[in-house]
């Protein structure tokens, strides 16, 4: 391998898994769909979604908790366990402009945005929070937790759709290499279980209808699928060069190898046919890393569960990978978390590498015979891997590929 790595020292997960890491990687070791109907979604086209459970902002324990998006609170909470992780004090840096934030989201606060156009609607304009934007916009999630850190270096939010977790993990990488910061706390938060986006979805026909059994709905490369489950939460690494890690004697979980992105040029929503802006994507990766496809040992796929994109995807990694590596989607279990989905994948890959797992694809259990890739089904496998790929692909055509390798 060449180039540059950064050193992950420190994971936090806000999930459907589970509120936190740890609870979020054995849920998905074990593949248990997280997939549930709920009730104040009863009167809209799919009732089902992929919701945190048993998320209490109050365990934040700051007293504006309340002034805070649903999305912000869990990159809150995500970044305040990473950093645990890591071994480092929020607020407690000896520089701290050299500690930079970058936080993604595709919808940002929609839950507040859509509450006070409610308002605005039904009550009149005097009845608008004045925290609506503080509140509602993309780049809070960021700014917020730059606030609960104490972090003065740069604090960036990319909204690349459902790439945007991830393209702040290689943006924070970049911060690093480029000798910008010498930490930064990357990855992408997203709430988006609202009337709105659950019948935009829904109207755009991306949303499966498997309503008679939500366990299964989410059934990324089976040969039934019919559409996306919606997820929610965050995920956050800490990232570090390696050196600046050895030198105040963290271990690192996994290190950021390689990082491409790029555009598909072809449709809003429809992944170009032969997946050409993901190709692209990975192989700015692998020449960034200085390896090849036949050093991954493992994808965590986007694998959305979507009739068209999860054979596109499919197709680009036997072309890219080949058939030898073992590919999964833990979308089977969190649903598709947009913006978050990133970060929470690149996570789940980290700790793939860690642990020697491969996570199953939950829900699936007949593989589409138009996939030519091995797709692990049923029960995780036990497997050294030296390098995985975590992919994310998102409407616009944005894409994003992140190399992880064991530290």
Partial sequence: MTGFAAAITGIGLVTPAGAGAKESWERVVEGGPAAAHHTDLADLPVSMACRVPGFDPAALGARDAWQWDRYSQFAIAAAREALEQAGLAPGGWADSSRVAVILGSGAG??????????????????????????????????????????????????????????????????????????????????????????????????????????????????AGRDGFVLGEGAGVMVLESEEHARARGARPVARVIGYGASADAHHVTSPHPEGKGAELAIRAALADAGITGRDIGHVNAHGTSTPRGDVVEAGVILRMVGTDTQVSSTKGVTGHPLGAAGSIEAAFAALAVHHGIVPPTAGTTEVDPKVGVDVVTGAARRRRVDVALSNSFGFGGQNAALLIASA
Avoid: K
């Fill in 109 to 222: 606060g929609t839950a507040t945005l859509e509450e006070q156009h409610r308002a605005l609607i039904e009550e009149g304009p005097s009845e608008v929070s004045p925290l609506t934007l503080p509140m509602g916009l993309l780049n809070m999630a960021a700014g917020q937790v730059a606030i609960d850190i104490g972090a003065n270096g740069p604090c960036l939010a990319p909204c690349t759709a459902c790439a945007a977790g991830a393209s702040a993990i290689g943006l924070g990488r970049e911060l690093l290499r480029s000798g910008t910061a010498d930490i930064v706390v990357a990855g992408g938060a997203e709430a988006p279980i609202t009337p709105l986006y659950v019948s935009a979805f829904a109207r755009m026909r991306a949303l499966s209808r498997r309503l008679d059994d939500p366990r299964t709905a989410s059934r990324p490369f089976d």
